[in-house]
């Protein structure tokens, strides 16, 4: 595992951390978008199947647990705690996000590196990881009014995919020359549509004012 591996997969597990600490400590998940966190729990329930087939190491499998056990805890605590619930921003968390899902699986079901059960759920949930952010995006285009934690919470999120995109482009020259179009591809669209928020976080953090969505 090189740095930017590591680095991607540790940016990754703090936007975790700041999100469980936004809900934990301040009970509340106002700005989080609760379809964006579902549609984490599908990618990542779909994309580590290989936990009952295959062993790579132990941090690995540590990782996979962590990302799958944190991601259901999140959507328990948005749907089902009592004062947490409440805060939920139901009426600004309007994107639907089950259209995202079908054409997701048919694109894997078309375009896979080797047709079978596990590869396919793999490159589907790489498909829908690529887009799951959009629920979370069009929420905070709705409040505009971004808290702290939330805004740090997205910006790491954006932040974990780019260094992925520099451990892949790192992986290419430095180790097998290899072109793996698919989860390169939706790296970038992934990357991509984290753009706009980046602008804003960094111009807000440069001013040293509250993040604001334009209209």
């Known amino acids: 595992m090189n740095a930017f591996r590591l680095a991607g997969d ?18 509340s998940c ?8 579902e549609l984490y729990v599908i990618v990542f329930v779909t994309r580590y199947l290989d936990l009952f087939t295959r062993y790579v190491s132990f941090y ?20 089902y705690h009592k004062v947490v619930k409440q805060t939920y921003n139901n009426d600004q968390d309007t994107f639907r996000h089950y259209f995202l899902v ?14 079978n059960v596990i590869e396919v759920l793999w490159t589907f949930s790489l ?5 799951a952010i959009l629920p979370q995006l069009v929420l905070l285009q709705h409040s505009r009014n971004i808290d702290n ?17 520099i451990n892949w ?27 706009d928020f980046f602008y804003y976080y960094i111009k807000s953090w440069k001013n040293n004012e509250k993040l604001k969505l334009p209209e």
């Open 60 to 79: 690995n499998t540590v990782m996979k647990l962590v990302f799958i056990g944190t991601s259901i805890a999140i959507v328990w605590y948005m749907r």
């Open 102 to 115: 079908l054409p997701c699986f048919v694109l894997a079901l078309l375009i896979h590196p080797v047709f």
């Open 127 to 131: 498909y829908l990881e690529a887009v």
């Open 30 to 37: 106002a700005g989080i978008s609760l379809k964006t966190q």
């Open 10 to 27: 540790m940016t990754h597990l703090l936007s975790i951390i700041v999100l469980l600490l936004k809900i934990r400590t301040m009970k």
């Open 169 to 195: 482009i790192y992986r290419f020259f430095a180790e097998n020359h290899q072109v793996r179009w698919i989860p390169w591809v939706s790296g970038l669209v992934q990357t991509a549509l984290y753009a």
């Open 149 to 165: 934690l939330t805004g740090n919470y997205i910006f790491l999120l954006g932040a974990y995919r780019a260094l992925y995109i």
